[in-house]
């Protein structure tokens, strides 16, 4: 049975950092296409990262060079640094996992949710003013 669980979200003021972990059983992250989303508040799941097989991370325009989407094989856990955090990031960010799936869409924000079939239960993250 596949389990994906987030841990590190919170509450940070606008340019915080947070750490986004979501350890993984029942699969080898380094064979799945890896994924963060995130959903705010009358907004459909939108990508952020992704990370393949391939270990070539990508990133949607709106987090590219504040966020890194990286992982840990020996573990099985997958990660999300986030930077320079304003109130527009706020959401439940949610892991994903789905293996056989095109994970290289130079925008990650291009990736459709219901193309994942595996997901973690999400952490809140919030930023304030």
């Known amino acids: 049975r596949v389990q994906l669980v987030e841990s590190g979200g919170g509450s940070v003021e606008t340019g915080g950092s947070l750490r986004l972990a979501c350890a993984a059983s029942g699969l080898n992250i380094g064979d799945y296409c890896m994924a963060w989303f995130r959903e705010s508040t009358g907004r459909e799941r939108e990508g952020v990262a992704t990370?393949?097989?391939?270990?070539?991370?990508k990133y949607a325009r709106s987090v590219k060079g504040r966020f890194t989407i990286s992982k840990d094989n020996a573990k099985n856990i997958l990660y999300l640094q986030m930077n320079s955090l304003t109130p527009g990031d706020t959401a439940v960010y949610f892991c994903?996992?789905?293996?056989?799936?095109?994970?290289?869409?130079?925008?990650?924000?291009?990736?459709?949710?219901?193309?994942?079939?595996?997901w973690g239960q999400g952490a809140q993250v919030t930023v304030s003013s």
């Open positions: 994903a996992a789905e293996k056989g799936i095109f994970c290289s869409y130079e925008d990650a924000g291009l990736h459709a949710a219901r193309t994942f079939g595996n």
């Open positions: 990370l393949g097989s391939d270990d070539r991370p």
